[in-house]
Structures are given as C-alpha cells and as structure tokens.
C-alpha cells in the first residue's frame, strides 16, 4: 500500500543587524568566546532588554515579501527553560502574537509546475549560546558570544510531501532572505539552520505522528535526513508499532536520526508576556517606509530578464539564483552592451572559476567591469571567444585588466585580409597532397586546414576572415 | 549651637555645604559615624561603604571648591537599598544566593546619584529579593524598627525605612512593587513616594515582578524626596518600560495652594481589616485636610478586594522568571561538589534561595503552567484591567485618593513570620495602586495609642507626583510628625 509523507519545516534565519536583538553587542562570527557578551547578554543581576529596531524591520521586510499578514502589535513572550548556555533562564521570543502571520512562497517542481507552500508565521526571538564540550576534560565551556543574537523563526504549513520539495522550499526561502538583505544565509556558520517536523499516513486519512528532526544545516542533509526519517516510520508502522512524538537529531556521518527527548520529556516553557519589553506596534507608515526598501523579487527579475536581454527562462533562472550574480550579470551586460554574450560567460566560465575556488561573486577577482572589457574585445574582434578564456583565466590570476593582458601576451586578433591571406598560401603551398584531395571532394579536409591557419597563427588569426579566405583560395 | 548635621533636611544639608558651614567629608563622616553607632541595633545596612564614600566626599570637596559641581545633590549623602547594582561594591538582595556578588556597574539610579555628586554611605538591608513586608526574610537578618526595636520596620524596604528613620542617612532609595517603599515608611515615621510605574528608569534594579517594581526616594520630608526624585526621574533607554515625559522640577510646585483640592476616600479603604487606631489616626488627618479647605468626597474601587490575590499571581508569576538567571553558572551562589548539571541547578537554588522567594517561585511556576495560565495569571491579567479602571472612574471625580497606607502600625518582630497570608494582607491598600501603576506616596501623620507612627496614604493620578509631593509638603509646613525621631536616635 502507498504511503504519503507529511513535511512541515521550522527554519531560523539569523537576521543580518549589526548588534544584537536586545543589546548593543555585535553579532560578529568568529571572535573570542565571550569577548561579543555584554552585562545584557551575560543575564547580570538587574539588567534590561531593549529591542534593535533594525530586526522589526527586517521581519516586517520579511513578512512583504512572503505577502504575509503583519500584526500591529506583535509581544514578546519568555520562554522559561534551564540550560548553561541560556543566560536569564528564559529564552526571549514570540508566542500567542507573532509579528508575521499568514504567508506563503511558491516553489517550482520538477515536472516545471508550481506548488504553493503555506508560512503559518515568522517571529522573532533572541538565539542562546554555545556549549563546547570537546575542549574541556570533564567540563563544559559555555560561549556567549551568539546569546541574543536575533533570529526570525519562519515556520511552514505542513505542505510538503516529499523530501524534494522541502529542499525547494528551502532553497527558495534562502535565495528570498538574501535578497532581502535580512539574512546572510551562511549555512556552515549556523546563519540558516531548519528543524523538520516529519510524518507519514496512508493518503487521504488524517495526518500521523511525527517527529521533529533538529539541525539540519544543509540542503544535502535535509534531504537525506527526511528520507531516512520517512523509512524508519514506515518500518515501524509497517511492523505493527506506533510512531511516538518526540524530537530526533539527525547524525549526518551515520545518515540516520536518533531520539532527542520524547514528548514526555518536554519541558512546559511556561510562556508569558514579556513584562520588560513593550508590545511592537506597526504603522501602516511604517510598512510602507519598508516596502519602500524590497529590492526586485528574484521572481520578478527572472521575467525581467526573459524579456529585458532575451535571456533564456534556463540562463535568467540561473542568473537570479542570487542577488549578487542577478546585479554582477547586469552590469557586464550592461558595460559590454551583449546581454546574451554576458550570460553565456557569467553561468559559464566565471561560474565555473566561482565553484573551483570557493569564491563568492561579491569577492570574485575579475569584477564586473573588467569582465565587461574583456567582452568587449570579442565583440569588436580584437580577440575571439577562444582567446578570451586565456585573457580571462590571466585576468583572474591578477595579471591586469584584458586590455593590458592582451597587450602583454600579444594575443591581439589579426584581422590584416593580406596578412592572413599571405599565412593561407604558405600552407597551401605546403600540403599539395592534402589540398588536391580537398579539390577532389574530401570536404572534411576543410577542418584541416582552418586548424593550420590558427596554429601558424597561434590562434589569434580572426577564425571568420581565416575561413572566407580559405573557401576563396581552396576553391582555386 | 547650631543644628547637628543628622538633623537636617536636604535643602539645609545642601545649603550648609555651599554656604561653607561643614564640608562634604563632615556631613559624610556625621553619618559614618551614627551607622557605626547604630547599625549593630538596628540592622538597617548589609554593606557600608565607610572607605569610598570618604573618598567621595574628598573628591566632591575639591570639585565643589572649584566650582565644578553645584548641583542640588552634590555633596549630599544617601543610602542605597541592596537591591540597587552598585559598581564594585556588594550587591546582595538580602539574599545567599547574592552573599558574594560584587556588582560590576551601576544601576541607572545609583548612576544619576553618583554624577550628581551624591556620597553613597552604604547598601540597605532588605527582604531577601524584595518579598516581604517586615524585613525579616533577610539573609542578613532582621532590621529593627527605631520607634520599638522589638517591632519590625516593615518591608521589604526596611533598611532604608530604619535607616532614616534614625537619621543615619538623610535620603535612602528603595524600590515598591506592591508597597515596599510604603508601608515600611509608614511604620517608621517617613516620607516615601513610590512614582507612576516607567517614571524612573529599572535598569539595574534586581528585578523581583518587573510589571510593579519602581523605585523611589524615602526620607523625612516630601521636600527631601522631591529634590531625590527631581535627580533620578527620567527616561533612561536600557529601560523600555521608562516612560519619554518631561521631569517637572518637583520642589518648584510643593508651595502651591491646595484650596479646594479634592481628596477621595475609598470606602473599601476603611472598611473590616483596619485597625481602629490607625483608623482614628488617619481620620484626624483628613479632617485636618478639610479644615484646610479640601473637599472630602467618598469614592469606590469595587474591585480592590481582589488586589491581593491578583498580585499573588502576577509577581510570583513574573518573579519566577526573573530568578531563573540564579543558577549558580555565572555568578551568585554555587553548590559544593555539584554531580551533574541538574544537582548544580537545584542545590544552589535550594541553598541559596530563602523560603520565601522559594515559595514564590513555586506559586509562579504554577500559575505559568500549561493548563492554569489561563485560569490564573491570565485571569489575573484582566482583573489587573479592571481594578485600573476602578482608579480611572474614582479620578474622574476627585484629585487625589487618600487613606490608610497600612492596615496597623508596626507589628512585634516574629509576629507573622509564620503566616504569610497575614504578612501579604499588609499590602491591602497598597497592592491596588502597584497593580494599576499609579504613584502612591506615604507621609507621618501621627501616632496610634500604641505609640508607634501611622502614614497616610496619598495616590494620585499618572505622573501627578508634582501635586502629590506639593500637598503632603503643604501638610508638613503646619505640622511637625514628620520631624519626630525616637528620643534615642535624635
């Protein structure tokens, strides 16, 4: 019998504030343990959150963009747990009264149709600290340094039935945060982090337990992890147990997921308002001071760029993949004034250089501009595209700009009719043989000597001129 | 021979400083020297500061010699409850699980003190994290009352209450969250205002129920709380509780006429639960008022017989929260030998907490849970609602409220330790008032037959300090209760 798998997925965008959701502290990654933890973050005796205005604004961004409802007033409620690495025994976050309501994202399927995917709610919370315990025998080193740090929790509808297109949901939540300049989605880092609340049931009956699986921190594991989750309900099922409620972690060195705590365990957060922080009110004012920051959609842009440069929906869907490449790839169109040429080499050669090193496009060494002028030289053929990978591949290595490149490696196309035509009669004149058989009908020949022309003339020779020319000269 | 030092009010403190008549480091040391003559007694400091208020004074000395400091605090000597962080200096709560904490900066308060030119002689004892009402639920033991040191000052501010009850400090800060400033200055015979709730900045006050606890000035005289509050009023923005209102200068209005002013008395005030002594004292009193031409005029708050319970689950509801940080990880009080994580967590809490804060937290905790948040701490929520509307109807037809500030005047030490319910139903008419954020104030107005003092209870409407202040400093103009000190602290 068919079974049909249930996703819903809770995913924590770090958002991209300069200091934390309620102190001054920066959110920088990386630093010292405890050096970015003030009195605030620390939960000293007698302290007191202040909410960063830049987070409401960026949920509210958020919440535009996902066309969700917004509350105009939105609270904060404690959630009261204990652990080391919780500073004040309560994590700060929203509750009964989220400041995004109801939304939704529109992700592709494989078969190229369009699924719409609820977003129950996004809120806003403060994320806890660390626990190292690798570093310390017997102990566990407590690093503050995230506590406090804001996140915007955005939690789905269970809409989801296959691991696929929780991957895509996600992907297309990520692209969307980035482009909103909310979140820098740095995965490795914890920046984009998403819990899965996965069950299974026979279609058409109501939903079945699930289970919660924690830390999933990559599109690749998501996936397997929801696989493997969906197998070890059905085995269950199938052999006549039940499936509990309970939390699972996912090992991705194992590929499975093991029991967290079950619902038993559950701690009872005892959420209230939060008494130290006032409600957020949101004016209509002041979502459209908002609005008035959404960048382009990459929605909107990929069928900017379909009918703008006459761009293919494959080339336009790659170039919108990412804010950064959608304005890299506009500004060498723009600077070279080839569109087509432009995308050709954005999700060609640089992408391909971009995923060999590692390198993001913003810190790409060949800017935009300097791409721009070296797509020039092959529209006004001082080099061909064959050429330009070498100019290029120079360009990237920091040996200049294409111009100077060309100039220093003199790679600079000839174009000189008698010049070449002075190179083809040299080489006709030096393979009678193979110039009598052309004559004779052996049109494939024709490659042959085209392949001559460009290796007397290390390449550089205009490949357009070379064949005219030899069509005139073979035909004698 | 002119006055001593301890007896003079603030404004003559000031003025005797400026005029040259004693320098900072006399009136600091005229104090130092009545806490170490008094303090074994009374019990009123956990911590006094002898060698850096001395340090102070020098450096306030020298700054006002040049000029540099003429403010109406500077120089001035003051008390800080222990509830107050104060850089560098012990900061307790009248509790184990503070014995050892050092602060490492300063509450808003303490730091508006501090640049005023202030001299901070010490730190308050108190119930431990501001829960209770006689000062007995210490860590640090008990502060006697200086009117009847058998008797309790009241609480949880009764360090302070004592301490300038005996003089041993001209102004002491202490914090209200259901009457914490009021009762204990009305068993002692002071002044005290606890101001409308986001008037003074939290920040660095150890939060007990962040929805009541607000911070006031207590000293002899209205006159001497306004000059305090006139320093620590004001929006601060590590609080966003703190409320963005102009500060009115609080002394530039306290000898304004209050001809015709219109004084309310909730019946419910004086109805089963007053003790008759102190009944008859504070009728006096408004008769008094009336014979000064206000208009007496009956109100009702109909649903004040509800504020105690309600409080019940509001402040052990948010306290349970707000002590979770005492987990002995960071700081505070840290078992011996803690076996795992869960061991460290509870015996710290067990030994560090007093029974008291542990039963609150338990009654918090309970209230909080799934399935009784609704029928208790969110029920309590609306009643809270409906009791501020009950002062928002009685305000429409009066100026101000007036009544008792405590149901009797100071009890024996010991005498309710046991009961809690009775100890809580000491905040009857003070409970109202915390629940709805309104400034509520408390002023000598005499004796019981009992001999110890009666305060009254004067409540005004949002940010009506400035009236509030004006009328009890006009009452204290044509009388002297409020100069009164025991005959063995005068």
């Not at chain 1, 990654?29 to 933890?37: H, K, L, V």
């Not at chain 1, 995965?187 to 899965?196: H, I, K, V, Y």
């Not at chain 2, 800080?80 to 560098?88: M, N, Q, R, T, V």
């Not at chain 2, 009791?387 to 008792?404: H, L, N, R």
Request: aromatic content about 8%; hydrophobic content about 40%; proline content about 5%.
């Amino acid at each position: 019998m068919e079974w049909e798998t249930v996703i819903g997925l809770e995913i924590h965008a770090q958002l991209a504030t300069k200091s934390k959701i309620f102190s001054g502290s920066s959110t920088a990654y990386g630093a010292e343990p405890n050096t970015q933890a003030s009195l605030v973050d620390l939960g000293m005796p007698g302290v007191l959150p202040v909410l960063n205005k830049e987070a409401v604004h960026m949920a509210v961004k958020f919440g535009l963009a996902i066309d969700a409802h917004l509350a105009p007033r939105s609270v904060f409620a404690r959630k009261n747990y204990f652990y080391p690495d919780l500073p004040k025994g309560y994590q700060i976050s929203q509750y009964e009264l989220p400041i995004v309501g109801i939304g939704h994202m529109d992700i592709e399927l494989e078969d190229g149709s369009i699924k719409r995917i609820g977003v129950t709610r996004a809120h806003l919370e403060e994320d806890a600290g660390k626990s190292l315990h690798e570093d310390f025998q017997g102990q566990t080193g407590i690093d503050l340094n995230r506590a406090g740090t804001p996140l915007l929790e955005i939690v789905s509808e269970p809409d989801m039935r296959n691991a696929k297109e929780a991957v895509a949901y996600m992907k297309k939540l990520h692209a969307l945060v980035r482009y909103l300049g909310v979140c820098d989605g740095n995965m490795q880092e914890g920046s984009f982090r998403c819990d899965a609340n996965v069950s299974v049931r026979r279609p058409g009956q109501p939903f079945g337990t699930r289970a919660e699986i924690k830390n999933l921190n990559s599109f690749r594991f998501i996936e397997r992890a929801i696989n493997h989750e969906v197998e070890r309900q059905i085995d269950i099922i199938e052999s006549g147990g039940t499936v509990v409620q309970e939390t699972r972690l996912y090992d991705p060195d194992r590929n499975e997921t093991r029991s967290m705590r079950s619902k038993e365990d559950a701690n009872d957060y005892r959420y209230f308002p939060d008494p130290d922080l006032l409600p957020v009110e949101i004016t209509p004012e002041f979502i459209a001071s908002v609005r008035a920051t959404l960048p382009e959609l990459p929605e909107a842009k990929k069928q900017r760029f379909i009918t703008q440069y006459s761009l293919s929906t494959y080339d336009a869907d790659m170039l919108t993949q990412s804010r950064d490449v959608a304005d890299y790839f506009e500004a060498v169109a723009q600077g070279c004034g080839d569109a087509k040429l432009a995308a050709n080499w954005v999700n060609g050669d640089l992408s391909a250089a971009l995923n060999r090193t590692g390198i993001e496009i913003a810190n790409a060494p060949v800017a935009a501009d300097a791409f721009a002028g070296l797509l020039k030289r092959i529209l006004d053929n001082t080099i061909s595209g064959k050429i330009a990978k070498e100019v290029f591949d120079a360009m990237w290595n920091g040996e200049g700009d294409a111009d100077s490149v060309i100039d220093k490696k003199g790679l600079k196309q000839i174009t000189d009719t008698g010049a070449i035509e002075a190179m083809i009669d040299e080489i006709i004149a030096a393979n009678p043989k193979q110039t009598e058989e052309y004559r004779a009908g052996k049109d494939k020949l024709f490659g042959f000597f085209v392949g001559a022309a460009m290796k007397a003339s290390k390449g550089k020779a205009n490949p357009e001129q070379v064949n005219a020319i030899l069509k005139q000269k073979l035909a004698g | 021979m002119s006055d001593p030092i301890h007896s003079l009010s603030l404004k003559k403190l000031r003025d005797g400083i400026h005029a040259g008549n004693f320098s900072v480091m006399e009136a600091t040391d005229a104090y130092l020297e009545r806490i170490a003559n008094f303090n074994e007694e009374l019990n009123a400091f956990i911590t006094v500061t002898r060698d850096s208020a001395q340090a102070q004074a020098v450096e306030i000395d020298n700054r006002i010699r040049k000029g540099e400091l003429d403010g109406a605090m500077a120089g001035l000597p003051y008390a800080l409850k222990d509830l107050f962080c104060s850089k560098d200096v012990l900061t307790t709560c009248g509790s184990n699980m503070l014995r050892n904490f050092v602060s490492p900066y300063d509450a808003h308060v303490a730091e508006r003190l501090k640049a005023a030119g202030g001299v901070l002689l010490g730190k308050n004892n108190m119930d431990e994290f501001a829960m209770g009402s006689s000062n007995e639920t210490s860590a640090f033991g008990n502060v006697r009352n200086p009117w009847d040191t058998d008797c309790v000052p009241g609480g949880s501010s009764g360090g302070g209450a004592a301490t300038v009850a005996a003089r041993l400090a001209p102004v002491a800060l202490g914090s209200d969250t259901g009457g914490s400033i009021r009762q204990p200055a009305s068993f002692c015979n002071i002044t005290g205002i606890k101001p409308t709730y986001g008037r003074i900045s939290r920040y660095g006050m150890i939060a007990f129920a962040s929805s009541l606890d607000q911070c006031g000035p207590m000293a002899p005289s209205a006159e001497d709380c306004a000059i305090t509050l006139n320093v620590i009023a004001g929006l601060d923005a590590r609080d966003s509780t703190s409320v963005d209102r102009p500060v009115p200068d609080y002394t530039a209005t306290l000898n304004d006429s209050i001809d015709g002013l219109k004084i309310g008395l909730p019946k419910e005030f004086f109805a089963e639960g007053l003790n008759p002594q102190v009944g008859a004292v504070i009728e006096r009193a408004i008769k008094e008022f009336e014979a000064r031409g206000a208009i007496i005029k009956e109100v009702t708050l109909p649903n004040s017989h509800l504020a105690v319970p309600v409080y019940y689950v509001v402040a052990p509801a948010e306290c349970s929260s707000n002590l979770s940080r005492f987990d002995g990880v960071r700081f505070g009080h840290r078992c011996e030998n803690p076996q795992d994580l869960k061991d460290l967590y509870e015996r710290s809490r067990w030994e560090g907490f007093g029974a008291e804060v542990k039963r609150r937290i338990m009654i918090g905790t309970y209230a909080l849970s799934a399935g009784y948040y609704d029928a208790y701490y969110l029920k309590a929520q609306k009643i809270r609602r409906l009791i501020q509307q009950d002062f928002a109807e009685a305000f429409k037809d009066v100026d101000v409220i007036m009544g008792p500030s405590a149901p009797t005047t100071a009890f024996k030490l010991g005498a309710k330790k046991d009961d809690p319910i009775a100890m809580y139903l000491e905040d009857l008419y003070t409970i109202p008032v915390s629940l709805a954020g309104l400034p509520g104030m408390t002023f000598p107005i005499g004796f019981a037959a009992d001999g110890l003092p009666v305060g009254m209870q004067l409540v005004g409407n949002y940010f009506e300090e400035a009236r509030m202040l004006n009328i009890a400093h006009q009452y204290q103009l044509s009388t002297d209760w409020h100069t009164q000190v025991p005959a063995k602290f005068a």
